[in-house]
DNA sequence: GCGCCCATGTAACTAGTTACATGATTCA
DNA sequence: TGAATCATGTAACTAGTTACATGGGCGC
């Protein structure tokens, strides 16, 4: 299979859940998987366009009077099948790019104190993340209730790997902390 | 500061180590820091000829006799400033990509033993990278012998970021597939 | 003799970002 | 009255990828 843009598939998912606007994907985005995914409004709206000329999705314009007419999209049979085919896909592993990382084995030269100072912000940037994951969490059990439906176990389990992950950085960063100002 | 691209600094923080030509910046990438970085042939080539362009970087050229002569690049002053620079700046978190969560939100429709696979799989792919990772810090713990130099400690701490990475998610996919196989 | 390694590069493309432009509505 | 939200888009750009092209050297 050729690769594609992973936005169009963010897309489609998103519209298999409810049809909506370029600006409403944008917000889903932004606050219902900004934990695991992101995108911006220029990419939205370009692909959404092209989603729309390949049949995978379909518009209806509604007029708000004033405001631009809003263009509300809606996945097609075509658009769900190409959904189902990359969803039954595996995925194939991102190569790393870890910048800090990258910065930090360059860092020979770097008085340790700049160093600390950066792994300390990291690590408040990655306590936040963790913070937002946990919100989320919280958000899906208000939503879920106690029925387990799939999609809920599904969320949370996504919910999950951003916890392990964001843990996982704290923890080398306190590890790191200690190590640098032993190093001072 | 204008965010550039990533991979002149990585090219600059490679050769502010070593000089070398193009295809010893790939080899150097795919074996030295492939835990944690990666570039691709082409866009070496383009961004070193932007470099020199620049005067970040300055070129020798070696005659090989038949093969295409090669290119050594060295880092200048300037170069050196440049990458300095950047070594001191905070390191700006990239907004968050996982694939395999954006696909796991999606799958309701998606049958279980199918996830399980990806899960499988994406676990596999983890665990293959944690061993890279401890090859690369025994590598790193034999050339730097037991005098505690500063490069050999900041390689370690950045090797150890991928232990701790890569551990995460395997336990994560461990819990994940308890999960799933209990929804089976 | 075959395949991998050395060594370079260009052309064409795709994905995604930044900056800009417009303008009504709603709420404090 | 001023800021945030709703709602769309284009132009220009940057970063990075894929596919292609070349060709000798070296080991098995």
């Known amino acids: 299979m050729t690769t594609k843009s992973k936005t169009r598939y963010a897309l489609l998912g998103i519209l298999s859940l409810y049809p909506m606007s370029g600006y409403d994907l944008k ?15 220029t990419h939205i709206y370009t692909v959404l366009k092209q989603l729309e000329k390949e049949g995978l999705a379909g518009k209806l314009t509604e007029q708000t009077g004033g405001r631009p007419p809003k263009n509300v999209y809606h996945i097609t049979e075509t658009g769900r099948a190409e959904l189902n085919e990359w969803l039954l896909q595996p995925v194939e592993p991102d190569p790393p790019r870890f910048e800090i990382i990258l910065k930090l084995v360059f860092s020979t030269d770097v008085p340790v104190q700049n160093i600390i100072e950066k792994i300390e912000r990291y690590k408040a940037e990655n306590e936040l993340a963790l913070e937002n994951v946990k919100e989320g969490e919280r958000k899906i059990k208000d939503i879920a209730g106690t029925q387990g439906e799939k999609w809920a176990y599904l969320w949370m389990i996504g919910i999950n790997s951003g916890k392990h992950s964001y843990k996982a950085v704290i923890d080398w960063c306190e590890e790191t902390l200690e190590i640098l100002k032993g190093m001072k």
Chains 1, 2 share one sequence.
Request: glycine fraction near 0%; include cysteine; charge should be negative.
């Open 27 to 41: 917000k889903f985005c932004d606050e219902a998987v900004s934990q695991f995914w992101n995108e911006n409004y």
